[in-house]
């Protein structure tokens, strides 16, 4: 059974950080592009970055510079360290697993920037 499991979330404020984690089972991750989405109340799920297996990684325009994704291939997890949080970049992060044609979801994990 696959599980993704995202943990780290939380409030913050305004020009914070938090580190989230998604640790993987039931897959060969190493093989896995894994990947951060977000989705805001009312809005569209949408792309945060990704990481291939050798480590290259891809952002979204929004969080370029502020956003880095790293894993740990021995520890089958995955990183998304979020600085200079806005407002903006309150949603639930999603974390992504897939290799062709095989793709799983976390449940989620809330962020919420405020004052």
């Known amino acids: 059974q696959v599980q993704l499991v995202e943990s780290g979330g939380g409030l913050v404020q305004p020009g914070g950080s938090l580190r989230l984690s998604c640790a993987a089972s039931?897959?060969?991750?190493?093989?896995?592009?894994m990947g951060w989405y977000r989705q805001a109340p009312g809005k569209q799920r949408e792309l945060v970055g990704t990481i291939t297996s050798g480590g290259r990684t891809n952002y979204a325009d929004s969080v370029k510079g502020r956003f880095t994704i790293s894993r740990d291939n021995a520890k089958n997890t995955v990183y998304l360290q979020m600085n200079s949080l806005k407002p903006e970049d309150t949603a639930v992060y999603l974390c992504?697993?897939?290799?062709?044609?095989?793709?799983?979801w976390g449940q989620g994990t809330q962020v919420t920037v405020s004052s």
């Open positions: 039931g897959i060969i991750f190493r093989f896995y592009v």
């Open positions: 992504n697993a897939y290799n062709y044609p095989n793709q799983y």
